[in-house]
């Protein structure tokens, strides 16, 4: 956090880069009794950018003015802040980013860095993703490329539920527990692929009982073994992404630590003109070392899901999108419709709701509180 | 009967001078002999009563005879600055799109819409903006016609197939070229029933290195009364760029 401090601090003494932003006005209405807003402000947005040659300094730092009950006062939050140095064939980035792996949409096995923000989704991605400091260096040669990257300090995912009584439990941050992990890219006749190990702690929750008979909240360690690949064909992409989860319940004999498994998406991306596309995804989750009896409450052997991104846009006037998950086996679903007007040049008004649906217990059903509408109002300058 | 003779006699030099319509088009997909080029787009697009504005930093090199790649960042309006467009023409399989969304932070592969789709939400289309393949047409020289003072030839191009038409969205096109310069001056549109459906106007032209560049040109959409206008300014040529310039790790610079 210092380190990011200082980035920050460095490229804001270095007037005389780029200024850019936006200023956003957002209200978040709660789709849940009593329908109160969950997030009301307004947001100033300051990126800076310069570049010295061979190296570019970038900043990204929010002023969050929030007027809801809960949170009222004026935040600052360093959205991203880093350094890159150029070589001939190697970039390296150090210091807040994003960094995302992966190729399908919404659902990216092998995606397990940048953690999500779960009751937060709208329709921007730095509202719901949550960047991580890290040191990021791609080296390329002939049309492959290969990235490393480490992530000493373990962020998790925000999932907006509370287990009464639950206390969370974080790694400790120590070497021991930094994450990291590498990505090998490559092209072959048009295919495009990537294969990837990233050694980490879950981003999602595991609620385990504690030997004083409460219960914790923990984010155990796992080894994610990836692959990706697209593919265009015509008016098509095709694409697909996959990952094995080595978990440390290798043998599944433990009831509270997830066992091995497998998780894929299998997708279609077609361009039916340059308004409409539309992306078909199939997903399936094996879980591997299944013993009935000794499995986690909630945890099926094999769930599957299927996902849909529909987009029309009238290039410059306004855009429809529709983003929608659904689970085969309890019948939730999470839906994002966005309506988007742009207003003027730079001036977009965003409408749009974030719906989860389902049974209680359901992966999605269990977040319905965080259902929401939104309106926003965003002025890039 | 000797007169008539003689008539045919001195008309010959005069047929045989007069180029058929693929030689015309030829002279003008041909001239091209650039290694590499820069320039700096600005596209206005009117429609419905607004104006929208659209930047772009243009950069383009002929890998092969037959293949470009093409890289364009888009400068303006701020919300989409910074977005990034990679074609890696293949004359053999598939191009190759991608695209870098800032917002998203990631580099997707995008598939084509087709040629006929609109470019940027504008009235050019991705076929009006590319390189024609001269196979796809069959054209016929209509002879010499004046326009705005000058003459110029009249080419008519039918599409060679079904396919060419469904693609472009074209059952005609009507080719005004400039034997001076060997460019298209004017451009008149015609969808597949035979109805006039785009105008272009090729308002201003620069020479480098004795080639002449359209640099300011306007479609005019006479079925939506939309009009759209591509300038092409600071255009550079042979600038020696970097094939490292067209990969996917510099769409994100």
Do not use: C
């Not at chain 1, 950018?49 to 939050?77: C, H, N, P, T, V």
């Not at chain 1, 692929?193 to 008979?213: A, E, H, I």
């Amino acid at each position: 956090m210092r380190g990011t401090g200082a980035i920050l601090l460095l490229s804001i003494l270095l007037l005389g880069g780029d200024f850019t932003g936006y200023m956003k006005f957002y209200a978040h209405q709660s789709l849940v009794s009593p329908y109160g807003f969950t997030k009301l402000g307004s947001r100033l947005q300051l990126n800076l950018k310069k570049s010295l040659g061979k190296i570019d300094f970038f900043s990204s730092l929010d002023f969050d003015m929030r007027a809801e009950e809960q949170g009222r006062g004026l935040s600052l939050y360093p959205v991203e802040a880093y350094i890159t140095f150029h070589w001939s064939s190697v970039d390296l980035r150090i210091g807040r980013q994003f960094v995302f792996w992966g190729r399908t949409d919404w659902i990216n096995p092998t995606d397990n860095i940048t953690p999500w923000d779960y009751t937060n989704i709208t329709a921007e991605i730095e509202d719901y993703r949550l960047s991580v400091d890290a040191a990021k260096l791609d080296w390329y040669f002939g049309n492959s490329s290969l990235e490393l990257v480490l992530v000493p300090f373990f962020k998790p995912n925000i999932t907006g539920m509370e287990i009464p009584g639950a206390k969370e439990v974080l790694p400790e941050q120590k070497p021991e527990n930094w994450q990291e992990g590498l990505r090998f890219s490559s092209e072959f006749s048009g295919l495009n692929f990537s294969l990837s190990y990233w050694k980490g702690f879950d981003l999602y929750p595991t609620v385990v009982p504690d030997m004083q008979g409460g219960l914790t909240v923990q984010h155990p360690r796992q080894q994610v073994f990836g692959a990706d690949f697209d593919y265009a064909l015509g008016s098509f992409v095709i694409k697909g992404e996959g990952a094995y989860f080595l978990t440390q319940d290798r043998e599944g004999t433990d009831p509270f630590v997830k066992n091995p498994y497998l998780h894929y998406v299998l997708a279609l991306e077609w361009a039916a003109s340059s308004n409409l596309t539309a992306d078909l995804q199939f997903v399936e989750k094996r879980v591997l070392r299944w013993h009935q009896g000794l499995m986690g409450p909630y945890e099926e052997r094999i769930s599957r899901s299927a996902s849909l991104v529909f987009t029309y846009k009238r290039e410059g006037y306004w855009k429809l999108q529709l983003i929608s998950v659904y689970n085969f086996k309890d019948g939730d679903y999470f839906l994002l419709p966005i309506f988007t007007y742009e207003f003027a040049d730079g001036v977009n008004i965003y409408l749009g709701a974030t719906l989860f649906r389902g049974p209680e217990e359901s992966p999605f059903g269990r977040l319905k509180d965080s259902s929401r509408a939104f309106l926003e109002v965003k002025y890039s300058f | 009967m000797r007169i008539k003779a003689l008539w045919l006699l001195l008309s010959l030099p005069l047929v045989a001078a007069m180029p058929s319509g693929r030689e015309v088009m030829e002279r003008v997909v041909n001239k091209a002999t650039w290694k590499d080029m820069t320039a700096d787009v600005l596209m206005r697009i009117s429609a419905r009563g607004r104006e929208r504005i659209r930047k772009i930093k243009m950069f383009s090199r002929k890998r092969t005879a037959e293949e470009n790649d093409t890289l364009m960042r888009f400068t303006y309006p701020p919300d989409v600055a910074g977005t990034a467009f990679l074609l890696i023409e293949h004359s053999k399989g598939e191009d190759e799109r991608y695209l870098y969304l800032p917002a998203l932070r990631r580099i997707r592969r995008i598939a084509s819409s087709g040629k006929g789709g609109a470019f940027m939400g504008s009235d050019f289309s991705y076929y009006d903006i590319g390189k024609p393949k001269l196979g796809d047409w069959k054209y016929r020289n209509l002879g010499m016609v004046e326009l705005n003072g000058r003459k110029v030839y009249k080419v008519e191009a039918l599409p060679a197939n079904k396919k060419v038409e469904k693609e472009t969205k074209y059952g005609k096109i009507i080719h005004y070229v400039d034997p001076q310069k060997w460019s298209v001056v004017r451009a008149e549109y015609y969808d597949r029933m035979g109805k006039l459906w785009k105008v272009l106007e090729v308002r201003s032209f620069k020479e480098i290195k004795g080639i002449w560049f359209q640099t300011d040109l306007v479609m005019n959409n006479i079925q939506s009364g939309s009009q759209s206008e591509m300038k092409f300014e600071n255009l550079k040529v042979d600038q020696g760029l970097s094939p490292s310039l067209f990969t996917k790790r510099s769409l994100r610079r």
